[in-house]
């Protein structure tokens, strides 16, 4: 019996894929809408603020949430040498997940039911379904890892089982407790999540994905076991204190402030650890490695550098309270969920994808999408990021508010024009996925740097049959 | 081992403690994760509820149940995604939008709506800065009253007009109307009691929360009174180009009062051609409003453009200078007028009456302009909706009160539009 629960790979990886078109189409439908306010007619379903919720949530969940179990349901087994809890359970997580969290919760937003909390949009009835399918994902994936035994688990595994455990401890910080303390003291919790939901669910689970598919892909053992750790020890101990800094020079006392604004610039600092390992397990591969998925990570990864530096720098007074509220805000965003997670996330999908044997690959699709959304992104980041600097250097001004709003229509264009290379790359994406003959995944792999099958990999990973102290990097692989 | 892990040498070569090493790095995880929400979340929270308790007035208003509803509509349209409502402790927040916020202000947001993006301005300080048939113009069609916006457009709130509102475009407005007002309504004293127990003498940024001259400074906010520069007729086509983007909307294209976003207003934006304004009446308008109505301030445009819309205003206007009236007109004019008129217009038509600060919207200053005759008798048969003027005429109008006679309405209409004088 295989390890691996492809169809629920290939299940969540073309939900995931879908769900990211209808996030992106709110997106740009948002987008569109503050060139042509007037578009929607004054329709209530179609409203700014609404699409806006959507847009965010769909991109938390439905693209990124799918993509992750996508991944999980491959690397864990991978992982450990051990099938995931139940297959039955899973197809219930996938029936949730998809069908009672995320499209509900899209519906609900758009008829007026939602919380006007930041990566907590989703009304409080979608939030309880999101804890239970919380659980039932840490059900799915952790006994396996303590089935195996923990004493000498790779780093991505570290980040998974993380990544879940803290996921459930942070949600509710900003999706149920700011509805119970009012106020500055509601927004404190609140900080604390619009930092978590990065922070505690995106990036650990990207870098799990980054983490793995390296190695994985170029059959090279990761440049420092001891890295890995000390950065990912680093990430959970900085992260959460990161919260308050989205509330610089608000009525949430100085002292709070600045212990988040130091704890922004430490993590930067970790980053450039995490960044510098991943990057010296990447030597040898070239810029643009052969192997798509290989190559997503890749660029993910330094996208992830740029984004954390971004992050460290507009945390601190002097640029924090110029650019705070501005579009330069938007470009972070995107930057780190479009750019370092989307990235790993494709990466990942790509990367389990292969790995199906029945799965159609289309190397061609992929190149093109890999393009498109590489220079998609960093027009978006860079034009935004310009406008978030007219917008704030007008603000410092006196000049009337509406001159903001003039100002950035130039750079709306500009993000709503290189939204258009994105959905492109998506479009390329998603056929990649689902054209190219049948197995082709397999055949990419082997050509460019050999590809062993899952079980194999598996067997590798658990039982180390090549004792060495390096092969503990990446058990099994001799370097 | 059947079935559990081979591990390889380097670890079997670990001591069991040190292998272990994973369980106390897993608690010291939990354990960070326990700090962050102490340290930035229980311990901000227990300093501010008690800056609430200490600084709060005593009984600050909660909201009503419309009010309430309004918060509602406010938080699922997303209201806080482009409205921030949080004045941050920087000069440049406080310049303008007003006082930062103070932590009683928001002991009844359940949730907060703090907000990170500002594309529309801040919204802590709304109380007071807009009459309400403003805000349903602007709910209604918002480009109408504010040009350039890219707010949508909140036209289901209405039966079709903005004049005709439904329960959820007043329980918003009404919403709207309690940002920042709990504060206003502390007043002076609830300053000082704050300040006197803030508990931030040496806290340079704790006391940044009183350095404002005013709580809102949005320089739309309308003032009745306020230091006004004497504006001169400036560029006059630099002044129609700024006339057409901010102005056309309400006053029309051509000045006739007949712009998109008037409908909804009451009082109806001024006709421009059929008055003419003097240098000093259209330098307070422009400056500081004209309280009560629709018509914002303009205090956040420079001095060469507000010079510039002085021109293009008056440039609209098609009174002529007329010939002396005829005096024995003039003084039964004079005597009506001081019978009926100065108690709000004041005894030299300065707009200055002792009634006036009982009234919603201040008086006209007939110096300061000079109505064609048609508007004048317009306004004395009809009144002006939405304003304390009301009908005085006897008939020919469905709304004639008979307070006046026809000669008598004739007579004051000449006499008021002598009052102009060249220069106010």
Redo the contacts between chains.
């Keep these: 019996m295989p390890l691996v629960e492809q169809k629920l790979v290939y299940a969540h990886g073309l939900a995931a894929v879908v769900m990211l078109f209808v996030s992106i189409a709110f997106g740009i439908f948002a987008s569109i809408?503050?060139?042509l306010?007037?578009l929607?007619?004054?329709?209530?379903w179609l409203?700014?603020?609404?699409l806006?919720?959507d847009h965010t949530q769909g991109i938390l969940f439905g693209w990124l949430g799918n993509a992750f179990l996508a991944f999980l349901y491959h690397a864990v087994p991978v992982l450990t040498g051990r099938r995931v809890t139940s297959a039955r359970l899973g197809q219930w997580l996938f029936g949730l997940w998809n069908f009672v969290i995320v499209v509900p919760g899209w519906l609900l937003?758009l008829a007026?039911?939602?919380?006007?909390?930041?990566w907590a949009e989703f009304p409080l009835i979608i939030d309880a379904f999101v804890v239970l399918a919380l659980l039932l994902m840490a059900i799915q994936f952790l006994p396996p890892f303590f089935a195996?035994?923990?004493?000498?688990?790779y780093v991505s595994s570290w980040y998974i089982i993380?990544g879940l455990?803290?996921t459930i401890?942070?949600y509710p910080?900003g999706n149920f407790?700011?509805?119970?303390?009012?106020?500055?003291?509601?927004?404190?919790?609140?900080?604390?999540w619009?930092h978590d939901a990065v922070g505690?669910f995106v990036t650990p689970l990207a870098l799990a994905i980054i983490y793995f598919v390296i190695p994985a892909a170029s059959r090279r053992p990761i440049y420092s076991h001891f890295l890995s750790m000390l950065g990912f020890?680093l990430l959970?101990?900085l992260y959460?204190?990161n919260?308050?800094h989205?509330?610089?020079?608000?009525?949430?006392?100085?002292s709070?402030q600045i212990?988040?604004i130091t704890a922004s610039a430490l993590l930067g600092v970790d980053v450039i650890l995490v960044v510098a390992n991943l990057l010296l397990s990447l030597r040898g591969t070239g810029w643009f490695p052969r192997d798509l998925p290989l190559r997503f990570v890749g660029t993910g990864t330094v996208f992830y550098l740029v984004v954390s530096i971004q992050g460290s720098v507009q945390a601190q007074m002097a640029v924090n309270?110029a650019v705070?509220?501005?579009d330069w805000?938007?470009g972070h965003s995107h930057l780190a969920m479009l750019g370092f997670a989307t990235f790993a996330a494709a990466g990942g999908i790509a990367h389990a994808w292969q790995r199906i044997p029945w799965a159609r690959y289309n190397h061609r699709a992929m190149v093109w999408a890999y393009w498109l959304l590489s220079s998609g992104v960093v027009i978006m980041v860079i034009n935004l990021t310009i406008a978030g600097m007219v917008e704030a250097r007008l603000?410092?001004s006196?000049?009337?508010?509406?001159d903001s709003?003039?100002a950035?229509r130039p750079f709306w264009i500009g993000r709503t024009h290189s939204s258009l290379l994105i959905v492109a790359g998506f479009i390329a994406f998603l056929l990649g996925l689902t054209t190219g003959p049948r197995g082709a995944g397999l055949a990419e792999g082997e050509e460019s740097v050999g590809l062993e099958t899952i079980d194999e990999m598996a067997r590798r990973l658990?039982?180390?049959d090549?004792?060495?102290?390096r092969?503990?990097r990446w058990?099994g692989v001799s370097s | 081992m059947a079935g559990g892990v081979i591990m390889n040498d380097a670890v079997k070569r670990v001591p069991r403690a040190l292998r272990m090493a994973y369980i106390v790095a897993s608690v010291c995880g939990v354990g960070f994760f326990a700090m962050s929400v102490l340290l930035l979340g229980v311990w901000p929270g227990q300093v501010l509820e008690e800056q609430t308790r200490k600084m709060s007035p005593e009984h600050p208003l909660n909201l009503t149940v419309s009010e309430s509803r309004g918060r509602e509509i406010y938080s699922y349209e997303g209201c806080a995604y482009c409205h921030t409502q949080q004045v941050r402790y920087l000069e440049s927040d406080m310049a303008r939008f007003g006082a930062p916020t103070l932590a009683w202000e928001t002991r009844f947001d359940y949730p907060h709506l703090w907000g990170t993006r500002r594309i529309g301005p801040d919204l802590a300080r709304e109380s007071g800065s807009h009459p309400e048939d403003w805000h349903f113009v602007h709910l209604f069609a918002p480009r109408s009253v504010v040009a350039d916006s890219v707010m949508p457009s909140y036209s289901a709130m209405f039966e079709g007009s903005p004049d005709r509102p439904k329960q959820t475009a007043r329980d918003l407005v009404a919403y709207l109307e309690t940002l920042g007002r709990s504060r206003e309504l502390a007043g002076p004293e609830g300053e000082a009691h704050a300040r006197a127990n803030c508990n931030c003498d040496k806290d340079e940024m704790g006391q940044m929360a009183f350095h404002t001259s005013e709580l809102n400074t949005n320089p739309r906010k309308t003032r009745r009174n306020g230091a006004v520069p004497v504006l001169v007729a400036g560029d006059g086509k630099r002044g129609l180009e700024l006339y057409a983007r901010y102005c056309a909307s309400c006053h029309g294209t051509k000045g006739l009062g007949d712009g998109p976003g008037a409908a909804g207003l009451h009082p109806a934006p001024a006709n421009l051609a059929e008055h003419k304004y003097g240098l000093e009446r259209l330098s307070f308008a422009l400056t500081n409003g004209i309280d009560g109505t629709a018509m914002p301030a303009w205090r956040d445009l420079n001095f060469g453009d507000l010079s510039a819309l002085v021109a293009a205003v008056r440039s609209f206007s098609v009174v002529q200078q007329e010939l002396p009236a005829d005096p024995k007109t003039l003084e039964a004019g004079a005597r009506v007028y001081k019978a009926n008129c100065a108690q709000c217009h004041g005894e030299t038509g300065a707009g200055d009456g002792i009634a006036v600060n009982e009234l919603r919207v201040v008086p006209a200053n007939l110096q300061g302009v000079r109505p064609s005759l048609n508007a004048t008798l317009h306004v004395l048969h009809n009144g002006i909706e939405g304003t304390e003027m009301a009908p005085w005429a006897s008939d020919g109008t469905p709304n004639g009160t008979g307070r006046l006679s026809e000669a008598e309405v004739s007579a004051v209409a000449v006499y008021v539009r002598g009052l102009y004088q060249e220069g106010r």
């Excluded at chain 1, 409203?47 to 609404?50: A, I, N, P, V, Y």
């Excluded at chain 1, 195996?148 to 688990?153: N, Q």
């Design positions: 809408e503050l060139l306010p007037d929607s007619g004054g329709s209530p409203s700014w603020g609404r806006r919720y937003v007026g039911f939602s919380q006007p909390l930041e195996r035994g923990i004493e000498d688990l993380g455990i803290f401890l942070a910080m407790v700011p509805e119970l303390v009012p106020g500055a003291r509601g927004a404190a919790f609140s900080g604390l619009i505690l020890w959970f101990f959460p204190l919260g308050t989205h509330y610089v020079f608000s009525v949430i006392p100085m709070a212990g988040a309270q705070h509220f501005s805000v938007i603000w410092q006196n000049a009337p508010w509406l709003v003039r950035a658990t039982y180390s090549a004792p060495s102290p092969a503990s058990p």
